[in-house]
């Protein structure tokens, strides 16, 4: 299965860029995904694993782990969709017209609800 980027129309957006695909919907594969594409987000994803889950004899708080890990690592994996989301958030923060931050933070809004839909092996 070929690696599907999260779609957005904005600067950089490369149909032929390489995008690693999305690891099976585990904690350890995930934690491997994060390792080798974006090792950047390694320590907090270790720290908030061994606040959250590490020796918790409730495996309750895994699933909201896990998808804010899973959403986390599909945007970091894509250097240009990581750009665009940080460039839409810095954008909204200093601009004085409220319906462009308001339309700025819908399009940031979207593209995490898209990043955080990706499937295993996209």
């Known amino acids: 299965m070929t690696a599907q980027p999260v779609h957005f129309d904005g600067p950089g957006d490369?149909?032929?860029?390489?995008?690693?695909p999305m690891p099976e919907r585990t904690p350890q594969a995930l934690r491997l995904a994060i390792q080798e594409h974006a090792?950047?987000?390694l320590p907090d994803f270790e720290t908030h694993?061994?606040?959250s889950i590490g020796?918790?004899?409730n495996l309750t708080p895994v699933p909201a782990f896990m998808r804010l890990w899973w959403t986390?690592?599909?945007?970091?994996r894509d250097?240009?969709?990581e750009a665009h989301l940080h460039d839409l958030e810095a954008r909204a923060s200093s601009s004085e017209d409220p319906e462009e931050s308001a339309r700025l933070l819908a399009e940031y809004s979207?593209?995490?609800r898209a990043a955080a839909a990706v499937k295993p092996g996209q």
């Open 14 to 20: 490369d149909k032929a860029r390489h995008v690693p």
């Open 39 to 41: 090792p950047h987000l």
């Open 49 to 51: 694993w061994r606040r």
């Open 55 to 57: 020796d918790a004899f």
């Open 72 to 76: 986390q690592y599909a945007i970091s």
């Open 79 to 81: 250097p240009a969709l």
């Open 110 to 112: 979207r593209l995490r």
